[in-house]
């Protein structure tokens, strides 16, 4: 509702002009459903896992930049718009900073139980699980790992 | 003094109204808030030596979340045409608009209920998950409890079997075991209830047994095949040679009790309803955490949103220019909603 203050005004007769550009909004939805398949499509198809990391971000990150620049009109908007969102932006990636060299990269060697205590009880249960699968299928054995890392 | 000169208006600050100032202040912080969350997934999932990917195991269902995404971004386009609507004073049709923005949220939430559902109901929550094949075992032990519990809550809450240690199974099993031979029913209780539960009092004491059996014997870790108590497990380890032990109780010992435990005409209804596959995952507990953390709060995000709509469409035809700011306001606050989901999909239900 517009009860701003009287400086507010003013400032609305300048914002008034930056909604005179005309956007297909059709169009951006239009991208954006495609968008949406394509993530869809690149779970399905098998694909290694990085490659398919790189397209479904990608493939996000142009969602995003669509949403953002022309459902919420920030194309359209003044400088404030950088004044307001990097500093922001820069403290919300702090604590993912902060946490990645801790508990994300692991320079050390993980004692997390699933790693050490479990470590052992995990691979014979993959190794039962590989064994089991051979057996009700009569299929190609699956090659129990070792190591438990690997569990997906 | 005087007031009689007006001051000139100043074109100081961001040149956009103060409601809209407010509304991008708030996403400010609300691009902190998902980004700590999305950030910390990314971390733990990077630091977590494996994760849970297979759906049999997390019961994600790429095609909800991806109609999900669809219904979302359907429902954005709708709030930006409503706005225009809006700028352009046709309230009726900004209406409608609107009332598809609200009703895709309602569709939004109704996939994300059944999401829920299908973890809820296979025990998919934080703390829950057995994350190694001893866990799983112990686990069903307790679920398997739970079931005896409850089979012997329906003799002590209706008074056929009077204690006042209604939670001492091992004491009430006792009871209920020589109930067949009782002739009356105690005091206040029908003749109907007394002749059902004794019916079916050998059954839940025999229930009872089968639970206790898997229970000492992972008390013991040994084999289901040896026993574990009395004197022939004394007499089973005192033959035990130096350095040898009686075999440990398997994992696929247990499954394969609770299957034939499942398939008892008698019992088998219960063990069925109480008890879960037992099927461990590995880092499934932090999986849960992180997946219901963040879609729960994205969830509330979208109520709130649902909450702005109606908001505007109580209005009805008393809708006016004067709720265009607030429908633009309303339309940013959503589309940050969409924004938000654009990136858990991939996260969750992707990678």
Not at chain 2, 137 to 165: C, H, I, M, N, Q
Not at chain 2, 175 to 189: C, K, M, N
Not at chain 2, 271 to 277: L, M, N, P
Request: proline letters at 5%; charged letters at 15%; hydrophobic letters at 45%.
């Amino acid at each position: 509702m517009s009860h701003d203050s009287h400086a507010g005004h003013v400032a609305h007769t300048d914002h008034d002009a930056h909604d005179t550009h005309h956007v297909n909004y059709l169009a951006i939805f239009v991208v954006l459903c495609i968008c949406t398949a394509l993530s869809v499509i690149f779970d399905v198809v098998h694909m290694s896992k990085p490659i398919t990391i790189v397209l479904v971000m990608s493939v996000a990150i142009t969602k995003a930049l669509c949403v953002m620049m022309f459902f919420m009109h920030l194309k359209f908007e003044g400088n404030w718009k950088f004044v307001l969102l990097a500093p922001t932006t820069i403290l919300a990636i702090g604590l993912p900073l902060a946490l990645f060299p801790d508990v994300g990269a692991s320079y050390y060697t993980s004692t997390a139980p699933q790693t050490t205590k479990w470590a052992q009880e995990i691979s014979d249960y993959q190794k039962h699980h590989a064994e089991h699968t051979e057996s009700a299928n009569h299929a190609e054995p699956e090659h129990a790992d070792p190591d438990p890392a690997h569990v997906e | 003094m005087s007031h009689t000169a007006k001051p000139t208006a100043l074109k100081m600050g961001i040149p956009i109204p103060n409601s809209k100032l407010g509304l991008w202040l708030f996403l400010g912080t609300e691009i902190m808030f998902f980004t700590a969350f999305i950030g910390s997934y990314i971390v733990l999932r990077l630091g977590s030596r494996g994760w849970p990917t297979d759906t049999h195991d997390t019961h994600i269902n790429v095609i909800l979340g991806g109609l999900n995404t669809f219904v979302l971004i359907v429902s954005s386009y709708l709030v930006v045409v409503a706005h225009e609507a809006m700028a352009q004073k046709n309230f009726a049709k900004a209406r409608t608009y609107l009332t598809g923005t609200l009703l895709l949220a309602f569709v939004f939430l109704g996939i994300k209920s059944a999401e829920y559902y299908g973890k809820i109901s296979n025990d998919i929550l934080p703390g829950h998950i057995a994350e190694t094949s001893s866990q799983a075992v112990k686990k069903a032990s307790r679920e398997l409890e739970v079931v005896v519990r409850d089979r012997f809550a329906e003799y002590t809450t209706s008074g056929v079997v009077p204690t006042d240690r209604p939670n001492d199974i091992v004491n009430l099993v006792n009871q209920i075991a020589t109930l067949p031979s009782v002739a009356t029913p105690p005091e206040g209780v029908s003749e109907g209830t007394f002749n059902a539960l004794k019916e079916s009092a050998p059954v839940d004491a025999e229930l009872f047994r089968q639970w206790m059996n898997l229970h000492q014997h992972i008390v013991a870790n040994v084999s289901l095949k040896v026993p574990a108590i009395g004197p022939e497990y004394l007499a089973a380890r005192a033959e035990l040679k130096e350095g040898e032990k009686l075999p440990e109780l398997e994992y696929a010992e247990v499954t394969s009790l609770l299957t034939d435990m499942k398939a008892n005409e008698k019992y088998g209804y219960y063990v069925t309803k109480g008890v879960f596959e037992p099927h461990p995952i590995v880092y499934g507990n932090i999986f849960a955490s992180t997946y219901f953390l963040m879609t729960g709060f994205h969830a509330i995000h979208v109520v709130v949103g649902m909450i702005l709509f109606w908001l505007v469409l109580k209005q009805g035809s008393k809708l006016d220019e004067k709720w265009t700011d607030f429908v633009e306001n309303s339309g940013l606050y959503w589309h940050f909603v969409d924004l938000v989901w654009i990136f858990l999909f991939p996260m969750l239900y992707i990678i």
